[in-house]
């Protein structure tokens, strides 16, 4: 079992920055990505940001430029600089994690951006 502890939301005005955090922790074992996906609410779960196993990433075309998601050297821990952030960023962000065709979730963490 693998388990993800989230950190690093919280309440920002637009334009301000935020980091987000997740440590991946248990049985690793043939990783094919970890990411960010968000949930506002109303809406269905949508993909922010991934990085695959190799470096590879791609991102949500709205965040592009805005946000970065990078990763420590053992590829247990994933992050998310969020720059510029906008009302519509507004949601949980969840992080995820892919291996053997299995998705992990973890407890998500609130961001709210006012104006």
């Known amino acids: 079992q693998v388990h993800l502890a989230e950190s690093g939301g919280g309440l920002v005005q637009a334009g301000e920055s935020l980091r987000l955090s997740c440590a991946a922790s248990?049985?690793?074992?043939?990783?094919?990505?970890m990411g960010w996906y968000r949930q506002a609410p109303g809406k269905q779960r949508e993909l922010v940001a991934r990085m695959t196993y190799d470096g590879n990433t791609n991102y949500k075309d709205s965040v592009k430029g805005r946000f970065n998601i990078s990763r420590n050297r053992a590829r247990t821990a994933v992050y998310l600089q969020m720059n510029n952030l906008k009302l519509e960023d507004t949601a949980v962000y969840y992080c995820?994690?892919?291996?053997?065709?299995?998705?992990?979730w973890g407890q998500g963490t609130q961001v709210t951006v006012s104006l």
């Open positions: 995820n994690l892919q291996q053997l065709g299995t998705d992990f």
């Open positions: 248990g049985r690793i074992i043939r990783l094919t990505s």
